[in-house]
């Protein structure tokens, strides 16, 4: 049905990434294939009392929600805060006295109160870094689903399948949606069912608009419905949303700039207009 390309398309790197591009990047750092991921192992193997609260599955669902960067696993994340915490510490500790004396504080234990400072912004390091990650990538989702539900929508009525019109416009794209969607259809022609696919892309993503999407495309399968219908009903629900959440933004913008005006901007324009007035008054109050 397809012509066959020489170029690697998004399917491809995303049908190969679990597997072979992790395992090249694994080979390339020669670090993290022979200690970062041992020591992972280990620590996850032998609980601790301070691992012991750490949750490895939560931390391994928001890895999944950010599409696993950098193809870190719950264990590496695990040891990359520890690195962290370690770093932080050391460093917070060390800079603690200098700090202190160049502002003159005679503070007891500063540099405990360092290393305690140190030791919980190295522990929030990483979380904060997976955090941003994970919601850049669930506001691309958002905002490429009504394009590509468009797409979609052409391709069905053309006389397309659901999953080869999903994969076809999902290959022209190389953005979190695409691969989503492609790695969706890889498990359909695995063997699993489309619906199911769909369900855990859904649940990979966490984006309510992607996920009202996929319950509409399985409640018109399980009563009949036109599948054309509902995209092209969904495409416009969406790019309403999209367009008042533009609207939302744009409404909030003024708001926004109240802060930085009141503290940087008015201060620079009462120097600059004031200054000289004030420079007058005091001269000619000294030449009385």
Request: glycine share 6%; charged share 20%.
């Amino acid at each position: 049905m397809f012509s066959k390309r020489a170029a690697p398309t998004p399917f491809d790197r995303v049908v190969a990434r679990p597997s072979a591009e992790v395992d090249k990047e694994i080979d390339a750092n020669s670090f993290m294939n022979r200690v970062v991921r041992p020591l992972g192992d280990r620590i996850a193997s032998q609980p601790t009392v301070v691992t012991k609260g750490i949750n490895l599955d939560d931390i391994r669902a928001r890895l999944m929600k950010g599409g696993f960067p950098r193809g870190l696993r719950a264990q590496d994340f695990l040891v990359l805060k520890f690195g962290m915490l370690l770093l932080m510490s050391i460093l917070f500790m060390l800079m603690a006295p200098i700090y202190a004396e160049l502002l003159g504080w005679n503070i007891p234990y500063f540099p405990l109160l360092g290393l305690l400072f140190g030791a919980y912004s190295g522990w929030k390091i990483p979380d904060i870094w997976l955090s941003s990650i994970v919601t850049r990538r669930q506001t691309d989702i958002r905002l490429f689903l009504p394009d590509m539900i468009d797409l979609v929508t052409v391709s069905v009525e053309a006389g397309l399948g659901l999953d080869a019109s999903l994969q076809r416009v999902a290959s022209r794209f190389d953005n979190p949606l695409s691969e989503e969607i492609l790695r969706a259809m890889q498990e359909v022609q695995l063997g699993r069912s489309r619906m199911e696919a769909l369900r855990d892309m859904a649940r990979r993503a966490d984006v309510p608009d992607l996920t009202a999407w996929i319950t509409a495309l399985v409640q018109a399968e399980l009563l009949g419905v036109s599948i054309a219908n509902v995209l092209r009903v969904q495409s416009e629900r969406l790019r309403e949303k999209r367009s008042q959440r533009a609207r939302e933004a744009a409404q909030k913008a003024p708001i926004k700039m109240v802060f930085p005006l009141v503290l940087f901007i008015f201060p620079a324009l009462f120097i600059v207009i004031l200054g000289p007035v004030a420079l007058v008054v005091m001269v000619s109050g000294f030449g009385a």
